[in-house]
């Protein structure tokens, strides 16, 4: 038992001797944070945008108005006619153009074949698919004061309730998807350099080869990156909550439970990386470059997994942070109970005793 | 005519003093023994010699260059294995050769021939195409050694050259060393082997820092009375405060 | 020298199998697997439906959102805190309920409600959705509106309609997007780390001091150490710009040459980046940890992901000093728009700046003597 904590306190004095590397484990998720709480959002603001506008009218000055009167857009030219849409397109100078058709008024009040063409960059859909329902939004409210008010007859209000997140902030969305990233990645990285450092280095066969069995020896690494990512996990909630005003709405308990579990599979991953790579340079490149990606991309960290093709529904599963990003969310966002995340803990706890059991059959293999 | 000369070479980290205004000279052709305990601070003396470590104080001149202002000229007149031998694990014998070789400006043509004769003079012909990181140690310390000598240079810088190998093979090493210095090659090795010192034409011995004894073998074991350098070192050492590098 | 520095630094790179595949399986795995994944798109929406009023007009009303195309209708609640738990446990994300008297509040008082409530968790899944339903549910209205009264004169209300355009991209398809923001995500990591991490690597094991007490100048080290992995950096560009023509049928609209033109000022810049971090940690951890801050930082400031114009000010300043700005802009617009070089200008300018800057300071860094 001595021994054991004295292998722990020998990978504590490790972890603090290097003073950046634990600075940047702190300030990562710090900086993330910030940047998804306050700078990163699918919302569109102060786009800049060209008019194209033949009619001169009061219905068209009144619409362009609006729009420029937003906090959505900005106009920044007027063009003569759309010809010249892709050329300032091409330069990267708006994202979104607004053609009205030739004596808007005029059709509008008679004919009502007046038109408004929204002419959006399309390179990114997600961003212009926003731009175009924002500026159809402030379009139709403009209606009803063109038109005079007239209440249509036989008309259905719908009262809409957002639930959950009522101001809408994607931080709500986002601060789970940031804690599953950074949480695994840091953890994997940790746990698998720590490891490879001991086989590069030769130590590990003198580890292995003391009276101290190998599940100890990989518990006395892993122990004090556990206690390191608890702390992680601290900042992040408390910069979550005070900071962002991200509610923990749920059970704290249960939200620090999932947490430390998904931290023991996210160690336990690097572990089973530690015992395919021989040297610490090929831990990290596997940790990094294998898992950054697919964490970003397939946890449904940032995009929601239910518009995924089915093959990457799957793929996803096997990520554990889709499973921990998950459970978070109904914890802390919508304040459910164990039942809802029974099933996320039932997966976590599984991949967790797989990764470790597969990883100590690696290491035995060593030593015979 | 001496190719190393030092006045006063002091190397400071912080307020540790690690290299104490040592002054000194070596001559051209002679095997220089740098003694002394782990932590004397030969090494970092050493390094500074070879232009890898900027002096806090004093100067030096080697090979003809003043070793503040002109480290790189040095540079090239000079050969330097480290203690860690540092050839690359994932290059073949060869290709290693072949690297600084051509680093050290030796003209294309001339290095193919002349990487064969220095493999066969050591026997490792047949090892020509082996990763270095599959050869046993004493044979990576004398490749690493031919390395440093291959291009001729005025001085080769040794540190702690024999560490870790058996008795047998540091013997074969000296030859080499001996070789070397046959052909006008001057060699600084630095040692905390005692016995070598007895190969050498005249040693120090470095203590804390200081320089506390300079002379051939011989005349220091005649003025300090005893049967072997061991005995000198000894004495020497009895007041060092500094127990490792 | 730099001969021979070049042939060691190719040899080591070649010898090393777990780079060599590495270099060529994250891209093809990457650019095959992920641009699917990447879509904030709202689709199939999960619907509960709670009919209170099991009329005629409502389930007409029902079967009008269920034929949409955007709405699967899950399954029907008996009461409104029915739905909100089918919500709780995900198997709905959107409520509509329909109360009593909906059928007829609508065709005596003319003036009918539902209660729409919406999972914003996900805040524009939540928001779209249920602005997708309010608009189902007024054409409902009109619908209902034009059966029941005599047909009006064509001028409705604000009689103009607003048509919508992507340009190209007109199917708004998402990889068009994704890979020139995966391509770009990749070189920033493999020439990023890859440089750094090899200095890194001989400082720990001594061959660094070994090649410092050589003649060897230290720009000619630098080079030789970046010039495999900007190779390295085109042959991931190359793979990546095979697969997205033919596996996604994605042809750059403007020149290859541009292209390939930004992405190696872009490789210079960030494996300098990489290297000036490489001067200073003294492990492979350390590197490794600092450099990976770095680029996920610049990752998501750039405009990868969420459009650099919805920042707010202080971060649109942050991004200018990302590379990786740049060059999304320049795939993106080279990509889809076929923008010329003279288009790209400012651009240029600052990837320019941008590695003589860093490779400058990796240079200047470099210490031979300590």
Redesign the interface.
């Known amino acids: 038992m001595r021994q054991f904590l004295s292998f722990v306190r020998k990978e504590f004095r490790h972890i603090f001797r290097?003073r950046?590397?634990t600075i940047?484990?702190i300030?990562?998720p710090v900086?993330?944070l910030i940047?998804?709480g306050?700078?990163?959002?699918?919302?569109?603001?102060?786009?800049?945008i060209a008019v194209c506008d033949p009619s001169h009218d009061r219905a068209t000055e009144r619409i362009i108005e609006e729009l420029d009167r937003s906090q959505y857009f900005n106009v920044a030219l007027r063009l003569a006619n759309p010809d010249g849409?892709?050329a300032v397109?091409?330069?990267?100078k708006i994202?979104l153009a607004v053609v009205f058709s030739d004596h808007?008024y005029d059709?509008?009040?008679?004919?009502?074949?007046?038109?408004?063409?929204?002419?959006?960059?399309?390179?990114?859909?997600?961003?212009?698919?926003?731009r175009?329902?924002y500026a159809?939004g402030i379009?139709?409210s403009?209606?009803?004061d063109?038109?005079?008010s007239?209440t249509?007859?036989?008309?259905?209000?719908?009262?809409?309730?957002?639930?959950?997140?009522?101001e809408?902030?994607?931080a709500?969305?986002f601060v789970p998807g940031v804690m599953g990233m950074i949480l695994m990645?840091v953890c994997a990285?940790m746990s698998s350099?720590s490891i490879a450092?001991e086989k590069e280095s030769g130590t590990m066969e003198l580890l292995l080869v003391s009276p101290m069995r190998p599940i100890l020896i990989i518990l006395s690494k892993l122990i004090p990156y556990l206690a390191l990512s608890c702390l992680i996990l601290a900042t992040i909630l408390a910069l979550a909550v005070f900071m962002l005003g991200v509610p923990i709405a749920g059970s704290f308990f249960w939200l620090s439970m999932t947490s430390v579990l998904f931290i023991i599979v996210a160690l336990a991953l690097g572990l089973l990386i530690s015992t395919v790579a021989e040297t610490?340079?090929?831990a990290?490149?596997l940790s990094?470059?294998g898992l950054?990606?697919?964490v970003m991309?397939?946890s449904g960290m940032?995009?929601?997994i239910?518009?995924?093709?089915v093959f990457?529904q799957v793929?996803a599963n096997v990520l554990p942070a889709k499973w921990y990003i998950s459970a978070i969310?109904?914890l802390m966002?919508?304040g459910?109970g164990f039942r809802?995340i029974a099933g996320e803990l039932a997966v976590l706890s599984l991949m967790a005793v797989a990764l470790v059991a597969v990883s100590l059959k690696k290491f035995k293999v060593r030593l015979e | 005519m001496s190719v190393i000369h030092t006045e006063l070479l002091t190397k400071k980290f912080g307020s540790f003093v690690a290299v104490d205004h040592i002054s000194f000279s070596v001559e051209e052709g002679e095997i220089f023994g740098f003694l002394g305990a782990n932590g004397a601070g030969k090494t970092t003396a050493m390094r500074m010699l070879c232009g890898l470590s900027k002096p806090s104080f004093g100067s030096g001149i080697v090979a003809g260059f003043d070793l503040r202002h002109d480290s790189e000229k040095i540079k090239r007149s000079i050969g330097y294995m480290s203690q860690k031998f540092a050839l690359y694990d994932d290059l073949t014998v060869r290709e290693n050769i072949r690297l600084y070789a051509g680093i050290y400006g030796v003209p294309e043509k001339e290095i193919a021939p002349r990487i064969d004769t220095l493999l066969s003079g050591l026997g490792f012909s047949s090892e020509r195409d082996t990763l270095v990181k599959s050869l046993p140690l004493g044979w990576k310390q004398k490749l690493a050694f031919s390395v440093a000598i291959f291009h001729n240079p005025k001085i080769v810088f040794l540190d702690e050259p024999t560490g870790g190998v058996d008795p047998v093979t540091r013997r074969q090493f000296w030859e080499l060393i001996y070789q070397a210095a046959s052909r006008g090659i001057t060699v600084f090795v630095t040692t905390h082997y005692m016995d070598e010192a007895e190969y050498c034409n005249r040693v120090s011995i470095m203590v804390d820092g200081k320089i506390k004894a300079l002379d051939t073998p011989r005349a220091l074991r005649e003025s300090f009375g005893c049967d072997s350098m061991d005995g000198v070192f000894h004495r020497l050492a009895r007041g060092a405060k500094r127990t490792a590098d | 020298m730099l001969k021979y520095l070049l042939e060691k630094e190719f040899r080591q790179f070649v010898r090393n199998s777990?780079l060599m595949r590495?270099a060529v399986m994250?891209p093809v795995m990457?650019l095959l697997?992920?641009p699917?994944?990447?879509?904030?798109?709202v689709?199939?929406v999960k619907l509960a439906v709670v009919d209170a009023d099991r009329s005629l007009y409502s389930s007409r009303l029902i079967r009008k959102i269920a034929s949409s195309g955007t709405f699967s209708l899950e399954l029907v609640a008996s009461d409104y805190s029915g739905g909100?738990f089918a919500?709780?446990?995900n198997a709905a994300d959107i409520v509509l309920e329909i109360p009593s008297g909906f059928e007829r509040d609508?065709v005596r008082e003319?003036?009918?409600?539902?209660?729409?409530?919406?999972?914003?968790?996900?805040?524009?899944?939540?928001?779209?959705g249920?602005?997708y339903?309010?608009v189902i549910?007024?054409d409902?209205?009109?619908e209902?509106?034009a059966e029941?009264?005599a047909p009006q004169p064509?001028?409705?209300?604000?009689?103009?309609?607003?048509?919508?355009?992507?340009?190209?991209?007109?199917r708004?398809?998402?990889p068009?997007?994704m890979v020139p923001a995966?391509l770009v995500?990749l070189l920033a990591?493999?020439c990023g780390?890859l440089p750094a991490?090899n200095i890194v690597?001989e400082k720990e094991k001594g061959t660094i001091e070994q090649m410092n007490v050589t003649p060897v100048h230290r720009f000619t080290l630098i080079v030789a150490k970046l010039i495999p992995y900007w190779l390295v950096g085109f042959l991931a560009l190359t793979i990546g710009f095979a697969i997205a023509r033919f596996v996604y049928a994605l042809v750059p609209a403007g020149s290859l040459m541009t292209l390939y033109a930004f992405a190696g000022i872009f490789i210079l810049a960030i494996s300098g980046f990489g290297l000036v971090i490489s001067n200073y940690?003294k492990?492979?951890?350390?590197a490794?940890?600092?450099i990976?801050?770095f680029v996920?930082?610049m990752i998501?400031?750039s405009g990868i992901?969420?459009?650099v114009?919805?920042?707010?000010a202080?971060?649109r300043a942050l991004s200018v000093v990302s590379p990786l700005k740049y060059l999304i802009?320049v795939l993106?617009?080279v990509?889809?728009?076929?923008?010329?070089f003279a288009?790209l200008r400012a651009q240029f300018f600052a990837l320019c700046t941008f590695a003589l800057f860093f490779n400058g300071w990796a240079v200047l860094s470099y210490k031979k003597t300590n």
């Not at chain 1, 009040?109 to 063409?117: K, N």
């Not at chain 3, 729409?116 to 779209?128: E, F, H, P, R, Y």
């Not at chain 3, 990509?335 to 010329?340: A, C, F, K, T």
């Open positions: 290097d950046w590397t940047i484990i300030l990562l900086v993330m940047l998804f306050y700078a990163l959002n699918t919302e569109v603001r102060n786009t800049d849409i892709d397109f091409r330069e990267g994202g808007f059709n509008l009040a008679h004919t009502g074949e007046a038109q408004i063409a929204l002419v959006a960059d399309g390179t990114d859909p997600n961003t212009a698919i926003a175009v329902n159809t379009i139709n403009c209606r009803t063109l038109a005079g007239v249509m007859p036989y008309s259905i209000t719908a009262t809409t309730r957002l639930l959950y997140n009522p809408m902030k994607s709500y969305n990645l990285m350099v450092r610490q340079l090929v990290l490149l990094v470059m950054m990606l697919p991309l397939l940032m995009f929601p239910d518009n995924m093709p990457l793929i969310r109904k966002i919508q459910l809802a | 777990f590495m994250l990457t697997i992920l699917l994944a990447a879509s904030f798109e689709k199939r909100i919500i709780d446990r609508l003319k003036d009918a409600n539902v209660m729409i409530a919406a999972n914003a968790v996900d805040q524009v899944k939540g928001s779209l249920s602005e339903l309010s549910v007024s409902f209205g009109a209902i509106r029941l009264l064509k001028p409705a209300a604000g009689g103009f309609t607003v048509i919508p355009q992507y340009r190209y991209n007109p708004l398809a998402y068009v997007t995966l995500m990591m493999m780390y991490l690597l940690a492990t492979v951890q350390q490794m940890f600092m990976f801050f996920i930082t998501f400031i992901y969420t459009p114009s919805s920042m707010p202080w971060a802009e993106r617009m990509y889809l728009m076929g923008s010329s288009d």
